[in-house]
Every structure is written in structure tokens, then in C-alpha cells.
């Protein structure tokens, strides 16, 4: 299968707080994959070398065919990587259908569509000409979802998409994150949430004091035996 | 009189819109204090100065826009973004540089002399409105303002593009997050801005002499509709140069002593009713 994005030895730095340390990732087409760790451990900082928010000093990062240690906020959306950031960056002074626009920006064409995404998450339809931060929580995660998929991604990366939510919305999410993997988009899940991890991904990378320390195979029955890399 | 005053109040109103909606928007994408704004507007009148001379005050207020507007682009990239990182302060101390650069500037290639341009022959004529003889030229004025503010309006609201700046001037990274290089959103937010700050002031040269320091008064009434608006707020800022305009207007008749400093006093009133601004959110 092919590799869509991969880590390489990655060392990240915030100023001089050296955070990642040798990460290696690999991503598989078609996959779903989850990366968990607890609080602190570097899974942001994970995302944020992918944009050129964190620097990387040593190490490269490939994009399908690209490779480059350097990367502009702007260009994985270009490779067909799509974010849905921590905390959900619902853009205030956009519409919610504005949001939803705003996730096109690359002009990638493919199935999803404003009614498309409108059919998966139909509260956003309702709600499309309100102001996107007067959603709640739950339906703000559905709008960041949805503007992801508006930019046609071969790799949707989600940042902890569960933080704060309900139980309920949270096995509504991982029900629909799962067949977003169905149609084909690979997905990297980062979370906490061994429950949703259990629902929603096939393979799991174990992040401490950022590096990978563990790998394996998502065993739904066994999801306990995951805790040691989550609890504090 | 009465009707003259509102009159001229409405065209130095919409003169300063024109200047003020380009520092805001600068403002609001780059979040640059920009000091040269006034004197962009002020190369802006004498670019058109020496274009009215060689082609004719058309092109002039044409072109002139548009060569203003490939300077901010340039700006943007050789000032703006190499100093992106740096602390605001600093940011402003080298606008003010680029203010003092530009004014010797114009004094070298155009004198220190007062330079006039023509009235358009087609708009020399008063016609009367509301019993005033009222000159063409000022009116066409009100209407470039008024038009302005429409297209500005329009690109903001409806276009992809507006679409992009709009997010960009509330955040940044996701924006970029997004796939949208906000690098070349901020350029020609720069560009346009600038080239607003040069439209009035080829506008606004018939209506005076060219002077290298024509950009001081400007400047200040601009910051001062920019404040009292909300900070990168341009629905504030037209509010604010319309009020602007009038206090100006009546305050040179019937408060001659303090009408250097009406526009401050005005903006300390409105800043304790409402301290962030008419409106307090951004473009
Ligand atoms: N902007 C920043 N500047 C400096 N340190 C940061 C910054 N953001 C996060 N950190 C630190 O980097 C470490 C990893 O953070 P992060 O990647 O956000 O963790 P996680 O997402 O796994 O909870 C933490 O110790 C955090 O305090
Ligand atoms: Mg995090």
C-alpha cells in the first residue's frame, strides 16, 4: 500500500523546548489509524510540524511525493491533507456555510460538496446562515469535520474531535468518521478516547515525551490493555 | 450655508473613507500600524499629478490606483512580511521611516513647490442643488466614495476572495490550515489598501495644491476613523468618516481655534461611550 505521509526521525522544537524527539510515523492509504497518548506528550506538536508551526531542526516529513522539512501552514491542504485542529477553530466571523467554503479553498474536486456535507450533518443545513461559534460544541465538531471534507482529502487528520463532548455525540462522530474511512478517505485519529479509538480505528501508534513508543493492531475486545498509554 | 457645510463634510467624508477603509484593512490582515499611509496618499496625487500632465486627469485617476497598488505589493513583501515576527512597536518606527523616505523622495523628483491639477473640463460646472451652486467635481467626489465602499463591500461579502481575507483577518492559521496561502492574501490586501490611500489622493488633489506634507492631516483624521470605528472594522470606519467629515467641516466655521483638535476630542468622547470601537469586529 502506499505511504501517504510519513515522519522520518522528526525532532520538533517550540523556541529551544525540544518536543518531538526521532518521531517516525507512517500513514498507509485507505487506512485508519489512531495515535493516543496522554496530555502533553506531543500529538499537537505532531500536527503543528506538519504546518511549519513547530520547527523542525532535524529529520523530514514526505507528503506523497514531497518531501521537505519546512512546510507552509497552507500546503498539506494542497497534498490532500485536510485538519480539523484541537479546540475546532471555527472561524467567528464566517457563516456556517462560510466555514464550509472556507474548506475548499484548494478547489480539490471530488465527492464531498456543501450538500453533501448538508446530507451527513443535516443540523449544519438548518443552522447554515448563523454564525459558526453560535453552534454548540457538538455541532461546531460537525461544522470542523465538514469543512476537512470540503477539501476532498485523501488523509483527514482529526485533533482530539471528542474533547468535551457528550458520550452520545461522541459515538455519533466515531459512527460517522468511520464511514468517511468506508468511502475511502484515510484517517488519523488523535485521542484520549479509548472507546472512540475502539469504534473508529484499525491500527494505533502509542505516543510518550514525544516519540513513538508502541504500535499495534485496534483490538476492540482488548481496548483495556491500551489505558497504560492514556492514564495519567 | 448650512447646507454647504453638511456638503463639504459629505466629500472630505468621503474622501477619508477612501484613505481610511486602506489602513484598515492593512490593520486588520497584517496588523500593522501603517504611519506611510498618508504618504502613500500623498505619492498617490503627485504619481497622478505627472500622469494628468503627460495623458490627461482620467487616466490619472485610473492609473495612479494601480501603480500605488503594485507599490503596496511590494511593500507588503519587502517590509510587511520580513517583519511579521517582530514586536509592533518596532513595525511602526519603520513605518514612520518609510514616511519620512517617501516625502524626501517626492521632494527630489517633484520640488518642494505647491502643484495643482486641473478640474476634469467635464466636471468644472456647478449645477444647484438644494439652492447651493454645488460644484460637479465634489459631487463626483461623493459618488467615488459611495462607489467604493460598495465594491469593497461587494468583493468582501460575495467573493472568493473576500471570503479568504474576511477569515484571514480573524484567523490566520486555520485559514491557512485550510489550503488558502494567506502570504498572497495579505500582498494584496497591502496592494489594495494602498491603492485606496492613493485613489484619494488623486481624488482630492483638484481640490488643493500638492504639497510633499499634504499627507500629515490625512493621516491623522484617518487613524482617528479607524479608532473610533473598531480597530479593522470597515463598517465602523464608514460610519466614523462621515461623522468625521461633518465635525471637520463645521468645526473649521464655527470652532476655527479647535479644529486641529476636534477630531481627537471626538474620538476620546466615542472611545469612553464605547471603548472598542463603533464596531468591535474586524474587515
Ligand atoms: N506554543 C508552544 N510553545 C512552547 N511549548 C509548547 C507550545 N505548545 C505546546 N507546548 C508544550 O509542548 C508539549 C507538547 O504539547 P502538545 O503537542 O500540545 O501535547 P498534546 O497535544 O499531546 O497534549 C507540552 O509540554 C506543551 O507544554
Ligand atoms: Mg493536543
Given at each position: 500500500?502506499?505511504?501517504?505521509?510519513?515522519?522520518?526521525?522528526?525532532?520538533?522544537?517550540?523556541?529551544?523546548?525540544?518536543?518531538?524527539?526521532?518521531?517516525?510515523?507512517?500513514?498507509?492509504?485507505?487506512?485508519?489509524?489512531?495515535?493516543?497518548?496522554?496530555?502533553?506528550?506531543?500529538?499537537?506538536?505532531?500536527?503543528?510540524?506538519?504546518?511549519?508551526?513547530?520547527?523542525?531542526?532535524?529529520?523530514?516529513?514526505?507528503?506523497?511525493?514531497?518531501?521537505?522539512?519546512?512546510?507552509?501552514?497552507?500546503?498539506?491542504?494542497?497534498?490532500?491533507?485536510?485538519?480539523?485542529?484541537?479546540?475546532?477553530?471555527?472561524?467567528?466571523?464566517?457563516?456556517v456555510?462560510?466555514?464550509?467554503?472556507?474548506?475548499?479553498?484548494?478547489?480539490?474536486?471530488?465527492?464531498?460538496?456543501?450538500?453533501?456535507?448538508?446530507?451527513?450533518?443535516?443540523?449544519?443545513?438548518?443552522?447554515?446562515?448563523?454564525?459558526?461559534t453560535?453552534?454548540?460544541?457538538?455541532?461546531?465538531?460537525?461544522?470542523?469535520?465538514?469543512?476537512?471534507?470540503?477539501?476532498?482529502?485523501?488523509?483527514?487528520?482529526?485533533?482530539?474531535?471528542?474533547?468535551?463532548?457528550?458520550?452520545?455525540?461522541?459515538?455519533?462522530?466515531?459512527?460517522?468518521?468511520?464511514?468517511?474511512?468506508?468511502?475511502?478517505?484515510?484517517?488519523?485519529?488523535?485521542?484520549?478516547?479509548?472507546?472512540?479509538?475502539?469504534?473508529?480505528?484499525?491500527?494505533?501508534?502509542?505516543?510518550?515525551?514525544?516519540?513513538?513508543?508502541?504500535?499495534?493492531?485496534?483490538?476492540?475486545?482488548?481496548?483495556?490493555?491500551?489505558?497504560?498509554?492514556?492514564?495519567? | 450655508?448650512l447646507?454647504?457645510?453638511?456638503?463639504?463634510?459629505?466629500?472630505?467624508g468621503?474622501?477619508?473613507i477612501?484613505?481610511a477603509?486602506?489602513?484598515?484593512?492593512i490593520?486588520g490582515?497584517?496588523?500593522?500600524?501603517?504611519?506611510?499611509h498618508?504618504?502613500?496618499?500623498?505619492?498617490?496625487?503627485?504619481?497622478?499629478?505627472?500622469?494628468?500632465?503627460?495623458?490627461?486627469?482620467?487616466?490619472?485617476?485610473?492609473?495612479?490606483?494601480l501603480?500605488?497598488?503594485?507599490?503596496?505589493?511590494?511593500l507588503?513583501?519587502?517590509v510587511?512580511?520580513?517583519?511579521?515576527?517582530?514586536?509592533p512597536?518596532?513595525?511602526?518606527?519603520?513605518?514612520?521611516?518609510?514616511?519620512?523616505?517617501?516625502?524626501?523622495?517626492?521632494?527630489?523628483?517633484?520640488?518642494?513647490?505647491?502643484?495643482?491639477?486641473?478640474?476634469?473640463?467635464?466636471?468644472?460646472?456647478?449645477?444647484?442643488?438644494?439652492?447651493?451652486?454645488?460644484?460637479?467635481?465634489?459631487?463626483?467626489?461623493?459618488?467615488?466614495?459611495?462607489?467604493?465602499?460598495?465594491?469593497?463591500?461587494?468583493?468582501?461579502?460575495?467573493?472568493?476572495?473576500?471570503?479568504?481575507?474576511?477569515?484571514?483577518?480573524?484567523?490566520?492559521?486555520?485559514?491557512?490550515?485550510?489550503?488558502?496561502?494567506?502570504?498572497?492574501?495579505?500582498?494584496?490586501?497591502?496592494?489594495?489598501?494602498?491603492?485606496?490611500?492613493?485613489?484619494?489622493?488623486?481624488?482630492?488633489?483638484?481640490?488643493l495644491?500638492?504639497?510633499?506634507s499634504?499627507?500629515?492631516?490625512?493621516?491623522?483624521?484617518?487613524?482617528?476613523?479607524?479608532?473610533?470605528?473598531?480597530?479593522?472594522?470597515?463598517?465602523?470606519?464608514?460610519?466614523?468618516?462621515?461623522?468625521?467629515?461633518?465635525?471637520?467641516?463645521?468645526?473649521?466655521?464655527?470652532?476655527?481655534?479647535?479644529?486641529?483638535?476636534?477630531?481627537?476630542?471626538?474620538?476620546?468622547?466615542?472611545?469612553i461611550?464605547?471603548?472598542?470601537?463603533?464596531?468591535?469586529?474586524?474587515?
Open positions: 500500500m502506499n505511504t501517504l505521509l510519513s515522519f522520518d526521525k522528526v525532532n520538533a522544537y517550540y523556541g529551544n523546548a525540544h518536543i518531538l524527539h526521532d518521531f517516525s510515523i507512517d500513514v498507509k492509504e485507505g487506512e485508519s489509524l489512531a495515535l493516543i497518548g496522554r496530555n502533553g506528550v506531543g500529538k499537537t506538536t505532531f500536527v503543528n510540524a506538519l504546518l511549519g508551526q513547530a520547527k523542525v531542526r532535524s529529520g523530514s516529513i514526505r507528503l506523497g511525493r514531497k518531501e521537505s522539512a519546512r512546510w507552509h501552514p497552507y500546503m498539506p491542504a494542497k497534498e490532500g491533507v485536510m485538519v480539523v485542529p484541537q479546540g475546532r477553530c471555527i472561524i467567528a466571523n464566517l457563516s456555510e462560510e466555514n464550509l467554503l472556507l474548506g475548499a479553498a484548494t478547489g480539490r474536486k471530488g465527492y464531498w460538496t456543501v450538500p453533501k456535507i448538508y446530507g451527513l450533518f443535516p443540523i449544519l443545513r438548518e443552522r447554515a446562515h448563523t454564525p459558526g453560535a453552534l454548540s460544541g457538538g455541532q461546531q465538531q460537525m461544522l470542523a469535520i465538514g469543512r476537512a471534507l470540503m477539501g476532498n482529502p485523501t488523509l483527514m487528520i482529526l485533533d482530539e474531535p471528542t474533547e468535551g463532548l457528550a458520550p452520545v455525540i461522541v459515538d455519533q462522530l466515531g459512527d460517522i468518521i468511520r464511514q468517511v474511512n468506508e468511502q475511502g478517505t484515510t484517517i488519523l485519529l488523535i485521542e484520549q478516547n479509548l472507546h472512540l479509538v475502539a469504534r473508529v480505528s484499525r491500527r494505533y501508534l502509542a505516543v510518550e515525551k514525544g516519540s513513538v513508543i508502541a504500535e499495534g493492531i485496534v483490538d476492540p475486545e482488548q481496548i483495556e490493555q491500551l489505558q497504560q498509554f492514556v492514564v495519567v | 450655508m447646507g454647504i457645510s453638511i456638503f463639504n463634510g459629505l466629500v472630505y468621503s474622501l477619508l477612501i484613505c477603509s486602506g489602513l484598515a484593512m490593520y490582515l497584517r496588523r500593522v500600524v501603517n504611519f506611510a498618508g504618504a502613500l496618499y500623498m505619492l498617490g496625487a503627485y504619481i497622478g499629478y505627472t500622469l494628468s500632465l503627460y495623458l490627461n486627469i482620467w487616466f490619472a485617476l485610473l492609473l495612479a490606483p501603480a500605488m497598488g503594485m507599490i503596496g505589493v511590494l507588503d513583501k519587502a510587511f512580511r520580513p517583519l511579521q515576527e517582530r514586536d512597536l518596532s513595525v511602526l518606527l519603520v513605518t514612520f521611516g518609510l514616511l519620512l523616505v517617501i516625502e524626501d523622495l517626492v521632494r527630489a523628483f517633484w520640488g518642494r513647490g505647491s502643484l495643482s491639477i486641473e478640474v476634469p473640463a467635464l466636471l468644472a460646472d456647478s449645477i444647484e442643488l438644494f439652492g447651493n451652486p454645488t460644484p460637479l467635481y465634489r459631487l463626483a467626489v461623493i459618488g467615488l466614495g459611495v462607489g467604493s465602499m460598495v465594491l469593497i463591500w461587494a468583493w468582501l461579502r460575495f467573493s472568493r476572495t473576500g471570503l479568504y481575507v474576511r477569515a484571514a483577518s480573524t484567523d490566520p492559521l486555520t485559514t491557512a490550515m485550510m489550503g488558502v496561502n494567506t502570504e498572497r492574501v495579505n500582498a494584496l490586501v497591502v496592494g489594495v489598501g494602498t491603492a485606496l490611500a492613493g485613489l484619494a489622493g488623486v481624488a482630492a488633489a483638484p481640490m495644491s500638492l504639497a510633499p499634504m499627507g500629515a492631516d490625512v493621516l491623522v483624521d484617518s487613524f482617528v476613523v479607524v479608532v473610533i470605528g473598531g480597530l479593522g472594522s470597515l463598517g465602523g470606519a464608514l460610519i466614523s468618516a462621515i461623522l468625521l467629515g461633518q465635525v471637520q467641516s463645521f468645526g473649521t466655521i464655527y470652532l476655527p481655534g479647535l479644529s486641529a483638535v476636534l477630531p481627537f476630542l471626538m474620538m476620546i468622547a466615542i472611545l461611550w464605547r471603548p472598542s470601537g463603533l464596531a468591535g469586529n474586524r474587515v
